[in-house]
């Protein structure tokens, strides 16, 4: 039984440990600014999106979506009113804004979460991937102590901040959701045979509507080599980044491959705010109290 009694202690203690997790109030920080910027780029076009003047009215939404799934906005009165839609962005906006100063920090993520799933689920067809990062990060902030730092929840707590401890596992499942991301992705491009043989950077350099956001050299995309050693490297490096980040003596060379990685494809793509959504969920990483316990990894 020893064997067995030593897994279930690692098991614990990487789970179950009580830490002082600042990070999660520069996550919270982070991931608010990034939602009011995304919000507000969407206010523009609230009433053709998310009223029945638009495209898509409340029936073409429920027959489009999962018969399963929630559409709260159906649940409102006068639910496709622009009236209604606009309360309803108006109270988001006001929580995200409470959310980046800390202000019940957890009640505004869990009412973030629930708006998000009103809006995304009104309107399927005009959300992404990106989007889904946005609500599972929200999801993930109504668990973290994501208002015990840096947040007006805190002024009242006289603890240092060292001493400010929570059970470690909702930063776990954190990270284990920015790992899933990486492995994901990388599944989905070994199904086809664009990335294998190394000319999928090819296609994606000659989408305009995507690709260019700023000057690259014209050498370089040009060059079939070099677009598939870049390809190929993309598949490495989407390898690479979950497993350094598992292993504390790895975790910043991880981190240092990650951070230009991403910065690079928001440099010459125009994916709007979805590599700085990743990098925020990156932060779940970085430690602060590299040997408190808990950090097993």
Not at 278 to 295: A, E, I, Q
Request: glycine content about 4%; overall charge neutral.
């Amino acid at each position: 039984h020893a064997p067995l009694q030593a897994v279930a202690d690692r098991w614990n203690l990487l789970f179950f440990a009580r830490r002082s997790m600042p990070i999660a109030g520069v996550i919270r920080i982070c991931y608010g600014t990034l939602l009011l910027i995304n919000m507000l780029c969407l206010a523009p076009y609230l009433e053709l999106w998310f009223t029945e003047a638009g495209p898509i009215p409340l029936a073409a939404a429920r027959a489009i979506l999962d018969p399963d799934a929630w559409i709260p906005f159906a649940w409102l009165p006068n639910s496709d009113s622009a009236l209604t839609v606009w309360l309803s962005f108006t109270v988001m906006l006001v929580q995200i804004v409470c959310l980046i100063a800390g202000f019940y920090a957890r009640f505004q993520a869990a009412s973030i979460f629930f708006w998000l799933v009103a809006f995304h689920h009104r309107n399927v067809l005009l959300f992404d991937g990106e989007d889904v990062l946005f609500r599972l990060l929200a999801f993930y902030l109504i668990w973290l102590p994501a208002g015990a730092y840096f947040a007006l929840d805190a002024l009242n707590d006289q603890r240092p901040v060292s001493e400010r401890r929570y059970p470690v596992w909702p930063l776990r499942l954190l990270q284990i959701q920015m790992t899933l991301v990486y492995l994901s992705t990388l599944g989905e491009k070994l199904r086809g045979t664009d990335w294998f043989d190394g000319t999928a950077l090819y296609y994606v350099s000659r989408l305009d509507d995507l690709f260019g956001r700023f000057p690259l050299p014209s050498a370089v995309l040009d060059c079939l080599t070099c677009l598939k050693v870049a390809s190929w490297s993309v598949l490495l490096v989407e390898f690479l980044i979950p497993c350094l980040l598992w292993n504390r003596r790895t975790r910043l060379l991880g981190l240092a491959l990650a951070v230009p990685f991403h910065l690079g494809i928001d440099y010459s793509m125009n994916l709007i705010l979805f590599q700085w959504i990743m990098l925020t969920g990156l932060l779940s990483f970085v430690d602060w109290n590299p040997r408190s316990p808990g950090n097993l990894t």
